[in-house]
């Protein structure tokens, strides 16, 4: 497969040189390598994520570390924990085109947890089943609320 995408890049790259510089067809051609060569890194992406990607999540010192993680490196981000609201299932409607597309193969998504930390929405959980992420928001909110607890340091 892999072989015939590099002949038919090949064989557009080619055949848009041979056109005059002011031919239209030419900026069409280009256009379409871009948007072949952008939608074939996000599959890559996709692909990588979904053979050596984890997503990493931490309660530690008042807040709540989310790291996507992709061969160890990756963003993470913090959020107090005192700030967290609303932890919970995201809400969705399996028949709606925009989750159809977060599920798809080639997209890295599925989220299925959530929250509000200062009035932003956070989502994370990726590719968790609804059984697994039914059975996680107990523990992730006794984690959360024992977090605060300790946090907040003895009582006088």
């Known amino acids: 497969m892999g072989n015939c995408l590099d002949r038919v890049r090949r064989d557009v790259i080619f055949e848009r040189n041979k056109l005059s510089p002011m031919d239209p067809a030419r900026q069409y051609m280009l256009a379409f390598l871009a948007f072949w060569a952008y939608f074939a890194v996000m599959i890559g ?77 956070v989502v994370f959980g990726k590719n968790l089943t609804e059984e697994e992420a039914r059975r996680l928001v107990p523990m992730l909110k006794d984690a959360l609320r024992a977090e605060r607890k300790a946090s907040a340091g003895p009582v006088a």
Not at 47 to 75: A, H
Not at 86 to 111: A, R
């Open 45 to 121: 992406r996709a692909v990588l994520w979904r053979l050596k990607g984890f997503e990493l999540w931490r309660i530690k010192d008042g807040t709540l570390v989310v790291k996507n993680s992709l061969f160890g490196y990756g963003k993470a981000s913090s959020y107090f924990v005192d700030n967290i609201k609303e932890l919970g299932l995201i809400k969705v409607d399996p028949g709606s085109w925009k989750w159809q597309w977060n599920q798809s193969v080639w997209v890295i998504g599925g989220e299925r947890l959530g929250f509000e930390h200062l009035g932003k929405k």
